[in-house]
């Protein structure tokens, strides 16, 4: 198995309702567990993320009872953002809605259309889908 240069880890307070979140709402895939860890492995189109069940001593700075995804955003790029919000419609909670934008990228402009979810701790999940603009 190949992993990624990059892989977060998301300490999560009900690892199966955050599991059943990005399975079915969000369309990953799960790769592998070890349950007796509470911990999954998963990917979307070549996106890897780590769910592990919050308990004391682990490496996260959160604590029960405040929402683990504060100050966090990540962005996953998706060739189809039609079809990845017909899966986040399932369950997902827009942050905000599907939209187009256009970024200064260094010397170019990219434009991209893209939709934020948030998962069961507040973590903000953000699909991209580059556009192609015309000329």
Do not use: W
């Not at 998706?78 to 419609?89: G, I, P």
């Not at 256009?102 to 701790?121: K, L, M, N, S």
């Amino acid at each position: 198995m190949d992993f990624a240069p990059l892989i977060p880890e998301l300490h999560v307070s009900d690892l199966q309702k955050s599991l059943n979140f990005y399975l079915v709402a969000l369309g990953f895939r799960l790769l592998f567990s070890r349950e007796d860890e509470g911990f999954h492995f998963l990917e979307k189109e070549g996106a890897q993320l780590m769910l592990s069940a919050f308990r004391e001593g682990s490496l996260c700075r959160g604590s029960p009872g405040r929402r683990l995804g504060d100050g966090l955003n990540l962005a996953f790029r998706v060739e189809d953002l039609d079809r990845a919000l017909d899966l986040m419609a399932l369950e997902g909670r827009f942050f905000q809605e599907p939209s187009v934008h256009a970024y200064q990228t260094g010397d170019a402009i990219t434009t991209v259309r893209q939709a934020t979810v948030e998962d069961p701790d507040g973590y903000l999940l953000r699909f991209v889908q580059r556009l192609v603009v015309p000329d």
